[in-house]
């Protein structure tokens, strides 16, 4: 297939390396000219395979059309990407949203295009512009937003599944969603404040049972089953163990984290107090606020 993969940070990178390795043509959409350069001249150097796969970079504002669009930049990175969506896409070409969370679903249920919702369960980390380390064997898990879509999409899915590098359908995506939003309410607001590994935190029994309250309130907002989801929860934590979960790496290199679209989602979508929700909330954006302040000194 020919696929463009929007934003080459972990997820993009990681893949468009494993679409390559199965003959896929990927061209990689970046926001900057040294990533674009690096990539047409190096491809993209996949650890711990030590492969380096061939790919063709270009700006974001050059868009065409593919038999497919990812979009893998953060949730908060959305806006211009949409943008540019509506104004260098054919309504026919297909789409999928691949961002931790559920903040950006209203924007994107407004596209014309066939939408794929997708989750991702794979831990990635970009090492440089052009090197990314695969660090956790997940699967993606993907529905569409309309039925009308459904057939099209499992034919398409079908061309991108392969042993060792998953791609899942998912009747209902809405749950999917949601419960990728309850594993992402505990795991990465824990490991970003404790700076952990996605594993560690089943490891100590303090954070775990924090990490337990956490997933309850996620589940009692999102009318998910407590139990199912906790093993979930933990299932994930370890498979990913050696990985660093995507919001401790942003406050780790300063960034901006998904914090608003993940625990700040779960606050603003239910009256009921949430106490631990609500504490690790205000505590990730606490670090975001001093992380801000030291940069603008
Ligand atoms: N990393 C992980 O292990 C996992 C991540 N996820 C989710 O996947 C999504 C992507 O995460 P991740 O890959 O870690 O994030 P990164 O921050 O590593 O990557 C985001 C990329 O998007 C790029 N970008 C931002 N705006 C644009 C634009 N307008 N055009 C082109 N590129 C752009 C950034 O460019 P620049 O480098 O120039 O800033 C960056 O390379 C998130 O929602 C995350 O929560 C889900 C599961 C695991
Ligand atoms: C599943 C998990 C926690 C993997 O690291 C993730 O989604 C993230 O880091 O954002």
Redesign the pocket.
């Known amino acids: 297939m020919n696929i463009g993969v929007?934003?080459?940070?972990?997820?993009?990178l990681l893949l468009s390396a494993r679409l390559a390795q199965r003959s896929h043509h990927i061209v990689c959409?970046?926001?900057?000219e040294d990533?674009k350069r690096e990539l047409n001249q190096w491809g993209i150097h996949l650890l711990p395979e030590k492969v380096r796969l061939p790919v063709q970079a270009k700006r974001?504002e050059q868009m065409t059309d593919h038999d497919l669009v990812i979009v893998?930049?953060?949730?908060p990175?959305i806006h211009?990407?949409i943008d540019v969506i509506k104004q260098t896409l054919s309504p026919d070409t297909p789409l999928l949203f691949?961002?931790?969370?559920m903040s950006h679903l209203e924007q994107v249920q407004r596209l014309k295009q066939p939408i794929w919702i997708g989750v991702?369960?794979?831990?990635?980390?970009?090492l440089n512009d052009h090197t990314v380390r695969h660090t956790g064997l997940g699967v993606i898990r993907a529905g569409t937003l309309r039925k009308q879509d459904q057939h099209s999409m499992k034919n398409r899915l079908n061309m991108l599944n392969d042993d060792r590098f998953p791609f899942v359908y998912e009747e209902d995506w809405e749950r999917m969603v949601k419960q990728k939003l309850a594993v992402n309410a505990v795991i990465n607001p824990l490991t970003a404040l404790f700076r952990v590994k996605n594993g560690d935190i089943m490891l100590n029994s303090h954070i775990k049972k924090l990490g337990k309250h956490l997933c309850y309130e996620a589940c009692d907002v999102l009318g998910l089953d407590r139990d199912t989801m906790w093993e979930m929860v933990v299932r994930i934590a370890r498979a990913t163990s050696k990985?660093e979960?995507?919001m401790l790496?942003?406050i780790e290199k300063g960034?901006e984290t998904?914090i608003d679209s993940i625990s700040g989602y779960l606050l603003k979508s239910h009256e009921l107090d949430l106490p631990y929700t609500r504490f690790v909330y205000h505590a990730v954006k606490a670090i975001e606020l001093k992380n801000q302040e030291e940069d603008d000194t």
């Open positions: 929007v934003g080459a940070g972990s997820i993009g959409y970046v926001q900057r990533q974001t893998s930049v953060k949730q990175q211009p990407v691949l961002q931790n969370g991702v369960e794979h831990g990635a980390i970009r990985n979960s995507s790496t942003d960034h998904e």
